[in-house]
């Protein structure tokens, strides 16, 4: 198999266990794709944002975990933004099969592990 690629995962904290799903997937021997966690639950400050941007820079692809909790996420916002800014390659995937947000600028797909697979090959 190919270098695994390095994912940022941004979520909402209100999330997490969605998180901890993905990271269970990256942890299997197969898995394309090795997985970065900067959850907090402290305040944003500036070291935190620091330590953020550095990891960022260093992944290949940002995978946003989406849900009506990400509209008040002020912390997965930044992620988002950061990733942006870094020209990072950013794909959205729906937390829950009934929950459609939008999150503006956020290209979204269902999640299937082939989808998150195919996004991952693609970086």
């Known amino acids: ?3 695994k690629k390095v994912v940022f995962v941004a979520f909402a904290i209100e999330d997490e266990r969605i998180r901890d799903m993905i990271k269970g997937q990256s942890l299997l021997t197969n898995s394309p794709f090795e997985y970065v966690d900067m959850s907090v639950k402290e305040a944003y400050d500036e070291e935190w944002k620091k330590k ?3 990891r960022i820079l260093r992944c290949d692809g940002v995978l946003v975990i989406v849900s009506k909790n990400s509209l008040s996420s ?3 916002k930044w992620e988002i933004q ?4 870094e020209k990072k390659k950013i794909r959205g995937i729906w937390a829950y099969k009934d929950d459609r947000t939008d999150l503006a600028g956020v290209n979204t797909m269902v999640w299937t592990w082939d989808n998150i ?3 991952i090959n693609s970086l």
């Open 82 to 85: 950061c990733a942006k800014e």
């Open 117 to 119: 697979a195919n996004w």
């Open 52 to 54: 953020v941007r550095t």
């Open 1 to 3: 198999m190919a270098d």
């Open 74 to 76: 002020s912390g997965q």
